[in-house]
Structures are given as C-alpha cells and as structure tokens.
C-alpha cells in the first residue's frame, strides 16, 4: 500500500469517527428546532471520551507491560464520560 492511500485512510477513519459521533450526538435536532449546537458539541465529546476509555481498555487486553495503566485509565475515563453523561441529562 503506497504511503498516501494510507495517510487518506487514517485521515477518513479519523473523519468517519467525527460524522458518526456529530449524527448520534444528535446532528439534526438544532437545525430543526433552530437552537444552538453547543448540546452537539458536548455530546461528541463525551462520545470521544468514551471512546478513548474503550480504546484504553483494549490496550490493556493486549498490553503485558503497562496492564494495570491501561486498565485504571480506561474505567476513569469511562467513568468521567458517565458522569457528564448524567450531568447533561440533570440526573446528578
């Protein structure tokens, strides 16, 4: 595989994560309702720290070295995006 279909296919993954988040964030609500996308941006970022919490916890899966890092930081992150999880809905 060349060097530059490889970059453009990091570049889409990458991109691909970004649209995917932004639609389950709910995308289409502001416009709908003509209100602010700030509620949009925050839930792509409690996804993106979620996700980084899964990925951290695969690493720990696979890792014999740092396990015990990996795995402590990937619950904290799970955890920190279930607390801003029940902050947005007011639960907390």
Known sequence: MSKTSSR???GFKYVYLV????LLAGFFHPLITN???DSVVVGVLVLFVGLAGGVLLY?????EK???IFLGGGFALMAI???Y????????
């Open 85 to 92: 999880i029940f902050q947005l809905t007011g639960r907390f």
């Open 66 to 68: 740092r396990r015990e």
């Open 35 to 37: 209100t602010s996308f």
């Open 59 to 63: 690493k720990s899966a696979t890792s």
């Open 81 to 83: 995006s279930l607390y």
């Open 19 to 22: 649209v995917f988040f932004a």
């Open 8 to 10: 453009f296919l990091t």
